[in-house]
């Protein structure tokens, strides 16, 4: 049901669809005034600092400006130009920097996906102490943040660090392998950030076989099917729709993390983990370049609009009618 | 408001929408620059009593001693002003201390005092949110006279525009480990790069003893050194307008290249190193691993005297002349180490900018500046303090006043900040390289000084 559709079944409910257009017009305006209860906040606490972002990014905001940021110097659209142009001086950065959000996001959702059901498939069946293992598999993801990335830091230290140890010891890498520097960086951050969330995808999972009723899976079985192929037709499609979202919300805090690559790279990261956010959280308190951070903020936020447009497309939400 | 989007757009719905973003847009500045206080010049007679609000860096090496030193300096400061105190808050990173930088600046709200490093009080200037001291405020503190000379040059842009006092110093030098000189048959302490470079290589097994360490992935390192060695050569990394960066000039790829020699050529630092902080570096001397370590802070002190070098270390003037050379090349300064230390400032905004005054006349008092030293391990910055207690130009301490006196300032321009983090970006990725592969081509480092001084140039404007 559209929102006009709900006005004019209120119109009519309330008798006042008859000739006179004036107070067909007013009472078309009753659920837009319902709905203000929640919409004037939502418009203070998102909008209007998107709004803010989005005029600060025009600006040359810095420290020369910051003191009377009201009136920070109108630049246009030079942020966007010097970081999406090819050519600009900071492209690279911006590029690179994007590529490494999108191959840690999307990598690091690949792999809690297949830990995250497995586990929910694991706890929905009947086991001894499911209780207990359900509230344990939460525990990497209620560790907070900067407690992870100072743990992982540890583990992957050169020379003294476990899985380095680990490594040497079953004759699979040098002692001094490099984790926190160079390419493997993001291997790093890919199994850091990995087992801190896939406890997500497993709460998701498991919430939608939770809905699938028992005497389902009791037909298949009499009809003969196998397990195997009772997860491929029955469980798979009814808890798709759920995992969806949970895949699209999870790569979009992938996307957005700051705080594990900070705390295990610091404000100078290796190319490979110079992910967005930490680009511009160093542009914007490090460099004190904060109309180049709001452009590339505004940027972050079309590109995480992709997957949840794709997402609620695909899953109609919001379309009822 | 829905309407507005959902409706077809029409010439009026359009003027409606465009009516409001207009309103909007030159409404809202004009509202929060109303919001906003005039600020007044403080005056030095006597305040009312209050309790002021202190931002300050955390001492993380020793939290007990910082605590006890700040009651020192409430208790002197309530028995100069009966009713007034003062809270504080503490930073323990560079990140925290710019956040709370540019959101009081922004909201001309926040303590009443911070506390700044001295590479970011340039920053701290270009937000003009602290108070220019005038001479009757310097006068009421004690006047200018009462400090190191060196450390006033990193307070303001020019000797009538300072902005900070000086509360602690943090000079440079370096240590060796006096029994892996002697091992060695060192003799002498290195005075140039060469001789440097040959006394490393004197104590380097290339196992577990290393002539030195670096600290490539440290946030301030690779700047530190990048900067002596220009300097040194007679090179700048950010010319003398402040508007052109020159990381990619040719005195700047040769100090990175002598620095990541001593990993990649010269094979005097372990190759590991290339994932090394500063903290990894102290732990190395500390443990005996290391001969050298360049660039130190009395930091080090605490550390190194309950470490198994205890008793075997020793600070001295670090080399000044660059590597291959005799002397110091055309325009080349003898530098050793920059300006460096903690500052108080004064908020503009602050509302009991007279008292503050008062506390900062407790702060370089030469007694609670002796206290720094005595429990913080930090050097003091007033004269007096140095006359009356002469074990601060003893033992260790003796090489680290000298170097007080004898540092340069770094270019007191608010595009310093980000100069660190592209300095420390490009030398990161060559790093990476020589850790991994063992080496790097000169093209490479290059390319990488070129992209970074191409990022800075951008911040400049």
């Excluded at chain 1, 400006?65 to 110097?73: L, N, Q, V």
Aim: hydrophobic share 45%; aromatic share 10%; proline share 7%.
């Amino acid at each position: 049901m559209t929102i006009k559709g709900a006005a004019l079944r209120v119109a009519v409910a309330a008798g006042l669809s008859g000739p006179r257009r004036s107070s067909h017009r007013s009472s078309i305006r009753v659920p837009y005034w319902l709905l203000s209860p929640s919409l004037i906040p939502l418009t203070l606490i998102v909008f209007v600092p998107m709004a803010f972002a989005l005029y600060i990014s025009l600006t040359g905001l810095n420290q020369n400006s910051i003191g009377d940021w009201t009136h920070a110097p109108f630049v246009g659209l030079k942020h966007y130009v010097d970081g999406l142009d090819p050519r600009g001086p900071l492209a690279p950065s911006f590029y690179g920097s994007i590529k490494a959000s999108v191959v840690f996001s999307v990598a690091t959702t690949l792999f809690t996906l297949p830990i995250g059901v497995g586990a929910a498939l694991l706890l929905n069946g009947q086991l001894r102490g499911r209780t207990f293992l359900r509230a344990v598999m939460l525990l990497p993801y209620i560790i907070p943040t900067f407690v992870n990335g100072i743990l992982w830091r540890l583990v992957f230290m050169t020379s003294t660090g476990i899985a380095d140890q680990i490594l040497a010891a079953l004759h699979l890498g040098s002692r001094d392998t490099f984790w926190l520097i160079g390419p493997r960086s993001l291997w790093a951050l890919i199994v850091a950030d990995v087992w801190a969330s896939w406890p997500f995808i497993y709460l998701m999972a498991l919430a939608a076989l939770q809905t699938i009723p028992a005497d389902v899976y009791d037909a298949a079985r009499i009809d003969g099917a196998t397990p195997p192929r009772i997860f491929r037709r029955i469980t798979l499609p009814l808890i798709a729709p759920t995992l969806g979202l949970g895949i699209a919300l999870s790569t979009i805090n992938h996307f957005n993390n700051f705080a594990l690559p900070y705390v295990m790279f610091g404000p100078t990261p290796p190319d490979e983990v110079n992910v967005l956010p930490l680009n511009i959280y160093v542009n914007s308190f490090i460099t004190f370049n904060l109309g180049l951070g709001a452009a590339m903020s505004v940027v972050a936020l079309v590109i995480m609009l992709t997957p949840a447009v794709i997402y609620l497309r695909a899953a109609r939400i919001g379309d009822t009618d | 408001m829905a309407d507005l989007f959902h409706g077809k757009l029409t010439r009026r719905r359009f003027l409606e929408v465009a009516g409001m973003g207009t309103a909007a847009a030159v409404a809202v500045p004009g509202f929060l620059e109303a919001c906003a206080q005039s600020p007044s010049a403080p005056a030095t007679g006597s305040p009312k009593p209050a309790t002021l609000s202190l931002y300050i860096a955390k001492d993380t090496a020793h939290p007990q001693a910082q605590a006890q030193l700040m009651d020192m300096i409430k208790a002197q400061f309530a028995k100069e002003n009966p009713g007034s105190s003062f809270t504080y808050d503490t930073y323990a990173s560079a990140a925290e201390e710019t956040t709370k930088l540019e959101t009081s600046s922004a909201a001309q709200e926040g303590p009443d005092i911070f506390e700044f490093g001295s590479t970011l009080v340039p920053t701290a200037y270009a937000t003009g949110s602290f108070e220019v001291f005038t001479n009757d405020m310097w006068n009421h503190i004690g006047g200018k006279g009462i400090f190191l000379p060196p450390q006033l040059t990193m307070s303001g842009p020019s000797p009538d525009k300072l902005i900070a006092v000086p509360v602690s110093g943090n000079p440079w030098a370096m240590v060796h480990n006096k029994a892996m000189f002697q091992a060695a048959g060192i003799s002498k302490v290195p005075t140039t790069w060469s001789d440097f470079v040959d006394a490393a290589k004197a104590m380097t097994n290339g196992t577990d003893q290393w002539g030195t360490a670096m600290a490539p992935a440290d946030g301030f390192d690779p700047w530190h050194k990048i900067w002596l060695f220009t300097t040194q050569l007679g090179g700048q990394l950010i010319d003398s307008t402040g508007k052109k960066g020159l990381l990619d000039s040719p005195e700047s790829v040769e100090a990175c290249a002598f620095w990541l020699d001593w990993m990649a050529k010269y094979k005097i630092a372990a190759r590991q190193d290339a994932a090394f902080k500063g903290a990894d570096e102290v732990r190395a001397f500390a443990t005996g691993k290391i001969g050298m370590s360049v660039m130190a802070g009395p930091g080090g002190i605490v550390s190194y005297d309950n470490s198994p070098v205890a008793g075997q270390y020793e600070y001295t003037l670090g080399p000044t002349v660059p590597y291959g050379m005799t002397s110091l090349p055309a325009g080349g300064k003898p530098a050793q180490g920059f300006v460096s230390g903690q500052y108080y400032t004064l908020f503009r905004y602050s509302k009991n900018q007279e008292l503050a005054l008062n506390l900062l006349k407790v702060v370089v008092n030469p007694e609670i500046q002796y206290q720094y030293f005595k429990l913080r391990a930090q050097q003091p910055v007033v004269l007096d303090t140095f006359n009356k207690y002469p074990e601060l130009k003893q033992g260790n301490w003796s090489p680290l006043y000298d170097a007080a006196l004898k540092a340069y300032p770094t270019p007191f321009f608010s595009s310093w900040g980000p100069l660190e983090v592209e300095v420390g970006k490009a030398i990161n990725k060559i790093a990476s390289q020589i850790g991994i592969s063992g080496s790097y081509s000169m093209s490479d480092l290059k390319s990488a000084l070129t992209q970074v001084n191409q990022e800075l140039q951008a911040s400049l404007g």
